[in-house]
C-alpha cells in the first residue's frame, strides 16, 4: 500500500469518495456563472480527474521540471523562475537530478489549482517557449489543472507527466499529491515557504491536523522558507533542510513582447501609477492636477495610470473630467492615437507594463498608500532602472522590501511616501531632477540583478543541480 494507515489514509478515502462530486459541482459553476461551454467543461472535469482525453496519456519524454502555484501570480513567479533556471542550466552546463541515468532535459510542466490562471499561464508559456527557443533545454512546456489531491487522479497524474523535480510556491500543500510524488522518486522542494496565521489555525486545532501536516511538510527535500520565522515553524514538525532563501518576487516577470510607444517619446516629462486602487486612483489624479496647474519647466507632465482592475477605467476617466481634465487631454491606451496636449493616459489593457517602464522612470505601485493596503510587486520596476515609489502599506511584499534594502544598507532602494503631499513633492523632485532619478534607477537595478543571481543561486545549488558535465561526453 503506498498510503500508511492513519491521517493519511483516512484524508486519501475521503477525498476519493468526494472527488468526481466536486468535479461535477466545479464544471456546474463555471458553466453558470463563467463562460465556459459544455467542450471547456468536459476538459475541465479531465484535468481535475487527470482522466484520458483522447490522446496518449504519457508525453513523449519526462517532466523534468513541474511547477506549481494556487493562482495566477504564483504561476507568473513560477514562470519567471523557470525562465531564469533556464538560462543559468544554458551558460552553466547544468544537469538536473534525473531517475537512473536519464539526465536529459524533458519537458516543464506547470500546474495551478485555479482555473481563472489558466489563460494568462498558457500566454504566459507561450512566450516562455518562443524566448527559450536556441537554449538546450526542455523538448516543451505544458500548462494545465492540479488535478483533486485523491488517490487515483494523483496515480494517473504521475502516471502521464512521469515528473522529476517538483517546485511548489509559497503555501499549497496538498497531502496526497506530495505523499505520492515522494513515494514515486519525485524531488519536492517548497519556494517562497510560508503558511498564513489563518492556515497555521487550521492545520494545528486538532491532533489529526498536526500529524497530518508534519506527514505533508516531512515530503519535501526543501523548504526555501520566506523568513526565519517561517522557518521556525517548519523545523517545528521536523523538517530537516529548511534554509531561508531569497524572495522569488525579485525575480523579473517574463511579460509580453514590447509594444511601440515612440508615439509618447515626445510628450514630456511623466510618472506612472500603476496597480492602483481606490482611493489612491482619486488620490493620484489630485496631484497630477497640482503639477499640471502648478508646472513651469516646459512642457506640462503626464500621467499613465495602470488601474490594477481595468474595469475602473470609466470610473477613472468621469473622475480626472470631475478635476477638470479636458476630454481632449485624457487617452486610453487601446485608442492607440494620442494628441499632444494629453495629461493623462489610462492603460486599459493587460500585460504591457513592461513597455512603459521602458519610457517612463518613476513608478508609483499601488495598494499601499491607505490601510489595509497590501501593496504589490515593488521589484519589477527596478529591472527596468525605474524610481520606485510606494505607501507604508506593503505588508505582502514585506519581505522583498526588506531584502532588497539589506543589499543597499543603510540607503533604501525604493522611496517611501507617508501620504498624499509627501507623494506629490517625491514626484515633483524627481520629474525636475531627471538626472537624481537615474542615479537612483541605477542603484535599484544592480541590487534587484543581484537579488535574481542570489535567488537562482540559491534554487540551483540547494534543489536541482548536480557538478556540470560536458554535454559533449
Known sequence: MVLKYGPLTLYGTATQLVAPCLALLESSYHSLFGKFGWKESLKLINQRLCLPNGSNLTLKSPVSLWFHGASLGETRTAVALCAAILRRFHSENGVLHAYGNRTNFGSCLFTSANVAAQEPLERSLELLC?????????????????????????????????????VFIESELWPVLLRESKNNGVKLFLLDGRISPAS???????????SLLKTTLNSFDFIGARNEEEAFFFKQFGCSNVKVIPPLKTLLPLG??????????????????????????????RIHKRLSSTWRAGRKPLLILAPRHILRTRTIFDAAQALGFKSSEIALYSQYSYSENIRLLIIDSYGVLSSFFQLCKIVFVGNSLFPPGGGHNIAEALHYKCVVLHGNYIKNFTDTFRYLNSLHFPNAVTCTVQDEENLFERVKYFLLHPDKVCELGEVGYKCVKEAERLVVSSVLHELMCRPSVSRSA
Open 200 to 210: 497555521k489555525e487550521r492545520w494545528t486545532c486538532t491532533k489529526f491536523g498536526r
Open 130 to 166: 518562443r524566448t527559450s527557443a536556441g537554449l538546450e533545454g526542455p523538448s516543451g512546456f505544458h500548462g494545465r489543472l492540479l488535478p483533486y489531491d485523491c488517490p487515483n487522479c494523483v496515480k494517473r497524474f504521475l502516471f502521464r507527466f512521469f515528473p522529476r523535480n517538483a
Open 256 to 285: 509580453p513582447e514590447r509594444a511601440s510607444l515612440s508615439c509618447l517619446t515626445g510628450l514630456g516629462p511623466s510618472w506612472m501609477g500603476i496597480s492602483t486602487h481606490e482611493p489612491e486612483e482619486f488620490s493620484l489624479l
